[in-house]
């Protein structure tokens, strides 16, 4: 038992010198027999090892292969230093010198970095090629020289790995160094193809380097990105050539990428060529310049930033980088420039796993994409006047950057710390197993290997865990860091450490964002941040997240401005600026909605304090109608008999409710349905407080109540609940004398009140009118703007028409009385709904009408494929199909009995009397054109029917819809194709 305690000793000793398992470590020191036990040294140089207990399992597997290892590395205690530090973090390189037992012998060389030269020879020399042949082609049988150019590639990658883990070469260093092995590896891979195909001499090929290869910032396991460009030699026509040059292209790629004993080095990613997956792998230098001068987007120019030839023909590759080269530094004068950004970085965010993006350090927040992507943008829009950014590697063009003034020196410094930092963990987590990972991992034994390899001792979890998270959050702030503050920096007196943009920069940089008027812009950031008062302080620190967030909205311009002008208005308001520097989702949504809608923004503008709508996601919901109702009646209460001024608190109250409704519709929390009805309600609240302000006016003037029930009756796009933003009221007005009053008072006091209704609507206010339209009554504008009851039914009974019929299907109950209300609709209801239908003469008439208002009605020069109430499979045509088929069976199907154009053609397809799929086709039309109309009015302030011709203001209405940048053509052909489909409906359905 004597042992016992002497061993849990030793295993507690070894615990606490940093092994996970103290007991596990006394045994496999055991294994290695007394030599290890009587070797200080060794334990030293475990202890030292980010992981020992890793590092100790991967010596005792060494030490079974080659009983004399130990000793040797005695002998070498630089190089066992070395070794175990490589093993304490990467079990792969591990696994490779324990299936290679002599090879840790790289480690005894002198440490020096060898030359770009060196590993290319090593690893021709590898596959049996010459390293001084011009074209070196292999010559040892395929499979070993797969094998061994694994092997070779893995020992240039354990001396690296060592080297690295020893703090004895920087990080652009170990890059450099992973690139030039990459290149290596392409060049042994070439001489592998040319084994396999003769006639490779008829043909010069050029590999270039792209992404991290050709910036020469390599990880330890990535795709390596290339580009193949070739040229014919002697009498070889061009496309033998070309078949020629892709058979060594595919053939290389094989080689680097096939799995053996040895496993594989990495994929050859060549899909940065022209056109991608689907081009051609190989084209000539002519044929690459074609596509890049008609065809290439922004994102193809960014990726040929970092170009360089590195293996195959250098003097082909040299002439294309050079020729790309130009048309790199025009890539921001582009058109498209800023669409195809924004493109970018949806992509980039798109990659991210949701479980993942908290711990991905490449793509995630904060993660190393961040910082390539703002580098690269500012350079493209920079580097066109400035030669000295025309840098490939990140850092490299970081420090340009600086030194040009771009970025300032402090926020350099924080990014390339931060950058070199999130290499540095990427590196690590890479060399654990050699697998292509950017993820961090969550097991604390994981965090705390990479945590001791990046030398921190004390708390390696918690240390390394805090690091990490600084450094993402700083570079997370690059957007705003790179971008915007440097834009304040040029018009307005900011602390004198920091570098200034001078203004054609700041024009650039703006114009490159997507401003298109960038002297107005600077002007407006300007006029809100200079000054030494609260609020400029506060937009200082608010406008570059601003200025991002209007960069993103259609109209980065329009953003800006009314910005600006909300500002002016409420800058002075204590709880403004706080709101939107405390609440960025409410920042967000101001800026969205300022980019992009100039209707809002008129309403924000005459009413600014409706920004405090936008803290709150809960105020963006519709309010109830009868919430709204009991609102505006009290308020018309309070002003008794003045009628002008209880209208002008129920239009501010409208104006209110549009603002919240369209900002509802901007930002995805209402479809169009509901924007429909919330509008007609709303239209609804409106008229009933104009009325009762109007009722009690003509009470005043006629020193009692008026002699009349009276009630608005919605018709058209208001009875339907169909509204859109610019919609007039269509209206039809009723009244019925009290017991006992004369025909001609009731008839005097209800013309006084629609007058009066119509006045108070109508009075000059900087809101959005509400016009009340009555022309569908009987007679249109020749009759009487009000009837009885009684004067309607007479007239429906002797001349009523069909169409008056199909008016009367949107006919609902507005304002007023509604007990009136519901005896008109009792009234009207056999004209609508009759019991057989509609007949045969009735059914030719409402067709020849169709006709007829398609012939006569479409505006002048419209195009009917692109007008969306009266063009083909537009509104109208979906409403008449609807429309029919309730004046043919709505006497008989109480379902089809609705005002809503939707609700009657899904209970049409219930009764089965149109297909299910027919309706879904007419339905799609109907909602898509219903979006439109309200986009048209929402970005540009004014209402239109039609599709606009020019593309700035189709593009506008596109975003507004959803699509992406650069869609409007998209956006324009998908309503071609739903309005064709539901032409094709209409026709066969309604005729």
Same mark, same amino acid.
């Given at each position: ?40 040294? #060794? ?12 590092? #100790? ?107 690295? #883990? ?267 197993? #050699? ?557």
């Amino acid at each position: 038992m004597s042992g016992v305690p002497r061993m849990q000793s030793t295993a507690g000793r070894l615990a606490r010198l940093g092994f996970a398992d103290g007991a596990r470590a006394e045994r496999m020191l055991a294994e290695l027999g007394p030599e290890a036990g009587d070797d200080p040294g #060794l334990l030293d140089a475990l202890v030292s090892a980010a992981e020992p207990d890793l590092a #100790l399992s991967s010596l005792v597997r060494l030490a079974d292969r080659d009983p004399g290892v130990l000793a040797a590395l005695r002998t070498a205690p630089q190089a066992r230093a070395r070794l175990l530090e490589v093993f304490g973090v990467s079990a792969a390189l591990a696994e490779h010198v324990v299936r290679h037992p002599g090879h840790w012998r790289v480690l005894r060389d002198p440490v020096e970095r060898p030359s770009t030269a060196g590993l290319r020879a090593d690893l021709l020399t590898a596959v049996g090629a010459s390293p001084a042949d011009a074209e070196p082609v292999a010559t040892i049988p395929k499979a070993a020289a797969l094998a061994a150019l694994r092997v070779a590639y893995r020992d240039r990658l354990l001396h690296l790995a060592a080297r690295d #883990l020893a703090g004895e070469a920087p990080l652009n260093e170990v890059t450099a160094e992973l690139s030039d092995l990459a290149a290596a590896a392409l060049s042994a891979g070439l001489a592998l193809a040319r084994a396999e195909v003769p006639e490779f001499a008829s043909v010069s090929l050029a590999v270039i380097g792209m992404g991290k290869c050709g910036a020469r910032e390599l990880n330890y396991v990535s795709d390596v990105d290339a580009v193949f460009v070739a040229e014919p030699r002697g009498d070889v026509d061009e496309t033998t050539a070309l078949q020629i040059a892709t058979r060594l292209a595919q053939g290389m790629m094989q080689a680097c990428s096939a799995s053996t004993p040895e496993g594989s080095l990495w994929e050859v990613d060549a899909n940065l060529r022209p056109e991608g997956k689907n081009g051609p792998l190989v084209r000539t230098l002519a044929s690459h310049m074609s596509y890049y001068r008609r065809w290439a987007k922004t994102w193809e120019f960014q990726a040929l930033l970092k170009a360089r030839p590195v293996a195959g023909d250098l003097e082909l590759g040299g002439r294309y980088a050079e020729s790309v080269n130009e048309l790199v530094w025009q890539a921001a004068t582009r058109d498209n420039f800023v669409e195809d950004v924004q493109a970018m970085r949806r992509r980039v965010e798109a990659h991210v796993r949701v479980e993942e993006a908290e711990r991905q350090i490449k793509l995630g927040p904060g993660g190393l994409r961040d910082i390539e992507f703002a580098v690269q943008l500012l350079q493209l829009v920079h580097g066109r006047h400035d030669p000295l950014l025309r840098r490939r590697a990140t850092l490299a063009a970081l420090a340009a950057l600086s030194r040009g003034g771009y970025v300032g020196r402090d926020d350099a410094k924080a990014l390339a710390e931060a950058y070199t930092f999130l290499r540095s963990v990427e590196h690590l987590v890479q060399l654990h197993r #050699l697998r292509r990972t950017h993820v961090v991992p969550e097991d604390p034994a994981d965090l705390r290997r990479i945590g001791r390899a990046l030398g921190i001792g004390v708390d390696p979890v918690g240390e390394f865990t805090s690091r990490w998270r600084r450094h993402a959050m700083e570079a997370r702030r690059l957007h705003e860091k790179l971008f915007y503050r440097p834009l304040l920096q040029a018009v307005a007196r900011l602390p004198e450490q920091e570098e200034r943009l001078s203004q054609a920069a700041a024009k650039a940089r703006l114009e490159a964002l997507g401003y298109t008027d960038p002297e107005g812009a600077l002007r407006h950031i300007a006029a809100l941040t200079s000054g030494v008062s609260r609020r400029a302080a506060i937009q200082r620190t608010l406008l570059p997240v601003m200025l991002g967030w209007f960069a993103d909205a259609p109209d980065p311009d329009a953003g800006l401005l009314g910005f600006r002008q909300v500002s002016d208005k409420l800058g002075t308001t204590p709880w403004y600026l706080r709101l939107l520097r405390d609440e960025t989702s409410a920042a967000k949504a101001m800026a969205l909605l300022l980019g992009t809608s100039r209707y809002a923004t008129g309403l924000l503008l005459h009413a600014p304090e409706a920004v405090m709508m936008l803290g709150d996601g809960s105020e963006l919901a519709v309010r109830p109608k009868e919430t709204l109702l009991t609102e505006v009646k009290a308020g018309v209460q309070r002003h008794g008999d003045n009628a002008e001024s209880a209208v002008v608190g129920v239009r501010a109250l409208r104006r209110r409710e549009l603002f919240r409704t369209a900002v509802a519709d901007l930002v995805g929390r209402v479809d169009i349905e509901q924007v429909g009805r919330a509008l007609s309600e709303l239209n609804d609240v409106t008229i009933q407080a104009a009325l009762d302000a109007a009722t009690a006016k003509v009470a005043m003037e006629r020193r009692g109540e008026p002699p009349t029930r009276f009630a608005v009756i919605a018709m058209g796009r208001l009875g339907g609940f169909e509204c859109s933003y610019g919609s007039d009221a269509d209206v039809m007005f009723v009244h019925a004398p009290h017991e006992g009053a004369s025909e001609r008072e009731a008839s005097e006091a209800a013309h006084a009140m629609a007058n009066e209704l119509r006045r108070l609507l109508a009075l000059p206010a900087p809101d959005p009118p509400l016009l009340i339209d009555p022309d569908l009554r009987p007679e249109g504008r020749q009759g009487p703007l009000v009837r009885s009851l009684a004067s309607y039914a007479a007239y429906y009974r002797r001349w009523s028409s069909p169409w008056e019929s199909q008016a009367l299907l949107r006919a609902r109950y507005s304002a007023g009385d509604a007990e009136l209300a519901a005896e008109f609709t009792t009234l009207i209801g056999p004209l609508r709904y009759p019991a057989g239908g509609v007949g045969d003469d009735a059914v030719r008439e409402i067709r020849t009408l169709k006709a007829r208002m398609e012939a006569e009605r479409l505006p002048r020069g419209a195009d009917p494929a692109l007008h969306t109430k009266l063009g083909r499979g537009g509104l109208s045509d979906v409403e008449w199909v609807a429309q029919l088929v309730q004046l043919r069976h709505a006497g008989a199907v109480p379902e089809l009995r609705t005002t809503r154009t939707l609700e009657a053609l899904r209970a049409a397809a219930g009764a089965e009397l149109l297909d299910e799929a027919d309706v879904a086709v007419l339905s799609e039309a109907w909602l898509f054109a219903s979006r439109i109309r309200d986009a048209i009015m929402l970005v540009r302030g004014r209402a239109a029917d039609s599709i606009p011709t020019a593309a700035r203001d189709r593009a506008l209405i596109a975003r507004a819809l959803g699509y992406p940048p650069g869609g409007s053509e998209d956006f324009v052909e998908d309503y071609r194709r739903a309005t064709r489909r539901a032409r094709r409906v209409m026709e066969r359905v309604f005729y």
